[in-house]
């Protein structure tokens, strides 16, 4: 990475990479899922040693607005700063983990939206 850096500043592909992969790795659950998808391989065992290297390779690297990498990150980071996409997870990850508690969720949101319809329709019959 120095070499690249020293000798070839406008074509730093490789520091760039690393730059990007330590906006994606922040934990050992990133390096375990990014493991699963098959986008790195981790021949060190240990997720952990594997986040702290990505994190201290990057400590005096800046990923330019120039690299080949920079749109793919502000993507990422504009992905990952939208509400909808945390409450869309969010409602994946808690009320649709597994197919019976969606089935649950869905029929305790019917069971109100009746219930809620009902009101409203006892309310206008009595007025």
């Known amino acids: ?44 065992g240990d997720s952990a040693r594997i986040t702290r290297m990505f994190n201290r390779l990057c400590l005096q690297i800046a990923l330019d607005d120039n ?17 909808w996409n945390h409450t869309k997870a969010t409602l994946k990850s808690v009320y649709f983990s597994n197919l019976w508690r969606g089935t649950g969720t869905i029929a305790a949101f019917l069971l109100v939206l009746l219930t809620l319809i009902q009101t409203v329709c006892s309310i206008l019959q009595f007025f």
């Open 1 to 44: 990475m120095a070499l690249e850096q020293c000798h070839y500043p406008g074509d730093t592909h490789v520091c760039n990479f690393i730059d990007l992969m330590d906006l994606l790795v922040n934990t050992k659950e990133d390096v375990d899922f990014l493991v699963e998808k098959k986008i790195i391989s981790n021949n060190v």
């Open 67 to 83: 690299s080949c990498y920079y749109a793919v990150s502000e993507d990422l980071k504009n992905h990952y700063e939208n509400r």
